[in-house]
């Protein structure tokens, strides 16, 4: 499966960049491309359960497949999360289900910098993002 347009451009870009310093300020500033929730979509209902930090996460259905938007109390979470919009923009929820998140932050340099509760909290995004989408 082909990746989405702004998923090349974020596998192209931190696949540029060699050391983790670089790399981390990269992740911060594709947190700041997040667009915000509001504090009305703030809520109980769209925190994601089993973050150590604040997640919140929306989902819209869309002609061509999925969108999601996120927020999160936490910098380099907030950059975690908007690479992992870029990846899953438009897909169907056959796709979503067949997605290897894991395996898309290895193909980003993460792999190795993801501490087991930052793992955990973006499975648990992810598998909130099945969830929502499997109705």
């Known amino acids: 499966?082909?990746?989405?347009?702004?998923?090349?451009?974020?596998?192209?870009?931190?696949?540029?960049?060699?050391?983790?310093?670089?790399?981390?300020?990269?992740?911060?500033?594709?947190?700041?491309?997040?667009?915000?929730?509001?504090?009305?979509?703030?809520?109980?209902?769209?925190?994601v359960q089993g973050c150590e930090s604040q997640v919140w996460l929306v989902a819209e259905r869309k002609a061509d497949g999925w969108a999601f938007r996120a927020s999160s109390d936490a910098r380099l979470l907030r950059g975690l999360l908007a690479l992992l919009l870029v990846r899953v923009e438009g897909l169907s929820a056959q796709q979503l289900d067949?997605?290897?998140?894991?395996?898309?932050?290895?193909?980003?340099?993460?792999?190795?910098?993801?501490?087991p509760s930052r793992s955990n909290g973006l499975n648990a995004v992810v598998q909130r993002m099945k969830t929502l989408v499997s109705g």
């Open 1 to 47: 499966m082909s990746l989405p347009i702004a998923a090349q451009a974020a596998l192209d870009e931190l696949s540029a960049i060699a050391s983790w310093e670089q790399r981390a300020r990269a992740l911060m500033q594709w947190g700041e491309r997040l667009a915000p929730l509001s504090e009305a979509e703030k809520t109980e209902a769209n925190r």
């Open 98 to 115: 067949a997605l290897d998140a894991a395996q898309w932050f290895q193909a980003l340099g993460l792999g190795r910098q993801l501490s």
